[in-house]
């Protein structure tokens, strides 16, 4: 039997399940491996259905929303988070912290009060997630090398070392020392050094190594580079901002 | 050992003869960065040059590479057969060589590392120390061995070491003239001379147990820029640490085994299955790294690169003398 | 030959011995030594270090896994008739030749379990050649017990005293204690030390889950029992098994040693050089 899969969207921006469409070259051959139950992104045809794994993009921004990965989690035997939106909370967490979102709401909205809605989290935050596949957007070898796994049974590799590893196996110049606020010695490795390969500073689209980062050494390190703490802030909030040691971090 | 005498003009036909042998990899520079890097013409090479940001053990333990695929449970190996040469390397690389093989060449020997190593020839030049240099104070500042050809600058041409049969081999080629004690002493002098402009010194009488000794608390203090990023060991010439990972395709019996050069500063080193990790924190790896690299025996070659290419710009040296108990 | 490349072995018999431990038969050849270990690989999903289990003195070889990570998880789904990679053995294993002539203490605490049932089948083995043999075995309770039928086997046998404490309290341990109070206590394996008699010219060979070393290497010391005597097996990444990947290397300073060539039995004097050994 073809091992049942689904694939979810939240609040995001759709851009990873773009990733999968976008496959084209290897598409057909992963939808043959599979028992595509619903992708609603591709199908309306949607199968009440158990899942063997299920991949959610998004982040939990509403009531409804929870109660839907809730549903999705207990359908599945295997969950996993696609995007940075479902592993970190994505750009609209950038301002978690900062301006709750009865002001957010108040500022767009005025006092009416239009619906309820949560301060932006990753999947994580309700539910157990087995196996995270960062990225804005995700990788597509990273992609199908997971599914490959999954399919099989077996959670993938997770890669746990900074982008810094693959820039170097690439021999590239250090973006750091050139004067740049790069922020691949924070940020989960596995895009290949895709942006500073190009010479441009790592962004973290791929959300910090969990446990690891080390936020406050390169706070240091970038404030002895002459970067404005509101400016590093800003950056390391982009992508990251419900890590709890960002979090903290002081404009 | 013997010695021959080769003129500058002449090296242009070194180079042809070496690319009879095999494909050629120098020192290239492209926007101001300086690597190893496949050449087809000298004019392409930088000749006098400080440090390449990777160290030419690239070649012989690559980066990244496939060592096997698998079909089902059966492997196949991926074994390179290729000649080449490496050529203009500097001591303190050749040195880093001479301890590298005595981990992959050792019984049972790296079949991937063994069979590269055996099929490059190693070319040597003299190089140009720039103030993070301290090969001189490691015993690195001099190739004995590990080439097959060593040139030494003498003006206008070079005094050429043999170490090799092939190196032999090369030696006997027309353009090469007999050399001797005068330019041996005169080659001599001007290493000497070089050897005296490296301000660097670092003392190392002892390390190892002050590394074991030094607290927690003088740790943190000098790692506290530290990023993890694993920069350090990943420019080093004498880092051997590799990971190796198993690479599945979607047709699922069939994918490869990759390895990939690894860093002790990062997480997974001394992570075990279940969780426990031996070394859970930059101090910890820190502590194991300098310990790896001069405390159980001296396998820093001085080549400055974990202090030039340090995002965080932490200085090797600075900070062992730092545990010396001198001035931080 | 390529160090690397490993070799193919079928599955003959997999086995459940606990909730999360299964005893899986190779058919393979080692010619291995008690306290050797292998690098098995499934394909696709990774190697890793698993101890050899069985003595060579016994046919076939037989490897008991914990899942406890990927390549272990995919180890437990194996059946009869699959294949796995092997390479190795590795590991310098326990010094079964010196030892004989003199008494053997096994001490051994959960999974520790598994390398030193491979020392003690040698002994069994080889039991005319060593002196008296006992076992300590610390567990948590009865269900995670390895080798059930084996140690409930020994512990009527007069080839070996087994001394057993638990953890947790269970109907087999309250029985196993009220027939034997003398050799079954509730506790850690170290209480075990307070109901044998130690000659300092045995030899005591250890093995069990990381923090338990430090403590019974200090029950040891503190009976001074010689350093040189204790034998102790260590488990870190061994990724490579042959000295080179320096994943599993220990020490700091003038010691470092890499567990999967020097190691990973050390001695008690190994323990005392070695910054980190035994934590």
Not at chain 3, 158 to 164: N, S, T
């Amino acid at each position: 039997m073809k091992p049942r899969v689904g694939i979810f969207g939240f609040t995001g921006c759709a851009g990873d399940q773009l990733m999968i469409l976008n496959l084209e070259d290897e598409l057909l051959d992963l939808v043959g491996a599979l028992d595509l139950k619903s992708f609603t992104m591709a199908s309306s045809a949607v199968e009440d259905s158990e899942y063997d794994v299920a991949f959610v993009e998004g982040s939990i921004t509403t009531p409804k929303q929870k109660q839907k990965l809730e549903e999705v989690r207990k359908k599945a035997k295997l969950l996993v988070a696609i995007g940075d939106c479902a592993a970190w909370g994505g750009v609209q967490a950038s301002c978690n912290g900062i301006l709750t979102v009865g002001e957010k709401m108040k500022e767009v909205y005025g006092d009416e009060k239009v619906w309820e809605i949560y301060e932006s989290k990753p999947l994580s935050a309700y539910v157990k997630v087995d196996f995270v596949l960062p990225g804005c957007p995700i990788e597509k070898e990273e992609f199908l090398r997971a599914a490959a796994s999954l399919l099989r049974g077996d959670l993938p590799e997770a890669v746990d070392y900074p982008v810094c590893v693959e820039c170097k196996l690439r021999e590239n110049g250090c973006l750091m020392l050139e004067g740049k606020l790069c922020l691949g010695p924070l940020t989960v490795g596995g895009c290949k050094a895709r942006c500073p390969s190009l010479r441009v500073d790592c962004i973290g689209c791929r959300g910090v190594i969990e446990g690891e980062a080390r936020v406050k050494s390169a706070m240091q390190v970038f404030k002895e580079a002459g970067f404005k703490p509101d400016y590093v802030r800003a950056r390391l909030r982009m992508f990251a901002a419900n890590y709890p040691e960002i979090l903290e971090v002081k404009g | 050992m013997r010695y021959a005498k080769l003129a500058k003009a002449d090296l242009p036909k070194l180079f042809q003869s070496l690319k009879g042998y095999g494909e050629v990899f120098a020192p290239v520079e492209e926007r101001g960065k300086l690597f190893f890097k496949k050449v087809e013409d000298l004019k392409e090479v930088k000749l006098a040059y400080t440090r390449t940001l990777l160290p030419p053990k690239k070649l012989f333990l690559q980066p990244e590479e496939e060592i096997m695929s698998y079909e089902g449970e059966s492997y196949t190996e991926k074994l390179d057969g290729r000649k080449a040469v490496l050529f203009g390397v500097h001591a303190c690389d050749i040195n880093g060589f001479l301890k590298l093989d005595r981990v992959f060449l050792d019984a049972p020997r790296d079949e991937y590392y063994a069979r590269r190593r055996e099929n490059t020839l190693v070319v040597g030049i003299t190089c140009v120390p720039d103030k993070y240099c301290f090969c001189t104070s490691v015993g690195s500042g001099y190739a004995s061995g590990g080439f097959d050809l060593f040139l030494h600058d003498l003006g206008k041409e070079y005094l050429v070491r043999v170490g090799s049969g092939e190196g032999y081999r090369l030696s006997k080629q027309d353009y090469f003239k007999e050399a001797g004690e005068a330019e041996v002493k005169l080659a001599a002098k001007l290493e000497e001379k070089r050897a005296g402009k490296l301000r660097r010194k670092i003392n190392l009488m002892g390390m190892g147990d002050l590394i074991e000794t030094e607290g927690k608390e003088g740790w943190e203090e000098l790692t506290a820029k530290c990023l993890a990023c694993g920069t350090c060991n990943l420019v080093c010439p004498t880092c051997q640490c590799y990971d190796v990972s198993d690479l599945l395709t979607l047709e699922v019996r069939k994918g490869t085994r990759v390895r990939r050069w690894d860093s002790c500063m990062l997480k997974r080193h001394a992570l075990v299955a279940g969780g426990l990790n031996f070394r859970p924190t930059v101090v910890e790896r820190t502590v194991n790294r300098l310990s790896c690299k001069v405390g159980e025996e001296v396998r820093c070659v001085g080549c400055g690169r974990c202090t030039v290419y340090c995002p965080a710009g932490i200085d090797f040296v600075e900070m062992l003398s730092a545990v010396r108990g001198e001035a931080r | 030959m390529n160090e690397l490349l490993p070799r193919q072995a079928k599955v003959l018999k997999v086995e459940e011995q606990t909730p999360i431990e299964k005893l899986i038969q190779l058919d393979v050849f080692l010619n291995h030594k008690p306290g050797q270990f292998v690098e098995v690989s499934v394909a696709g999903v990774g190697e890793a270090p698993i101890s050899i289990c069985s003595s060579p003195t016994r046919k076939p070889t037989e490897v008991c896994v914990r899942k406890v990570g990927r390549v272990t998880a995919a180890l437990h789904r194996l059946s009869p008739g699959d294949r796995v990679g092997v390479r190795g053995p590795y590991g310098n294993g326990f010094p079964m030749e010196r030892m004989k002539g003199h008494d053997l203490i096994l001490v051994s605490g959960g999974l520790g379990m598994a390398p030193l049932r491979g020392v003690l089948q040698y002994a069994l083995d080889h039991r005319r050649e060593y002196r008296e043999l006992l076992l300590l075995y610390g567990i948590r309770d009865y269900s995670l017990m390895l080798f059930k039928d084996e140690v409930m086997k020994l512990m009527d046998s007069k080839d070996c005293r087994v001394y057993l404490s638990y953890e947790k309290e269970d109907e087999v341990c309250k029985n196993l204690k009220k027939k034997c109070p003398e050799r079954v206590c509730e506790g850690v394996v170290t209480k075990l030390f307070g109901m044998v008699d130690l000659n300092p010219d045995g030899y005591v060979v250890v093995c069990g889950p990381p923090v338990m070393y430090r403590f019974v290497f200090k029950e040891l010391m503190d009976r001074n029992f010689p350093p040189e005597r204790v034998y102790m097996t260590m488990e870190r990444r061994m990724k490579c098994g042959i000295g080179k990947c320096r994943h599993c290397v220990v020490g700091a300073g003038t010691s470092m040693r890499y567990v999967c060539k020097d190691g990973p039995v050390f001695t008690g004097v190994d323990a005392l050089q070695i910054k980190g050994l035994i934590g």
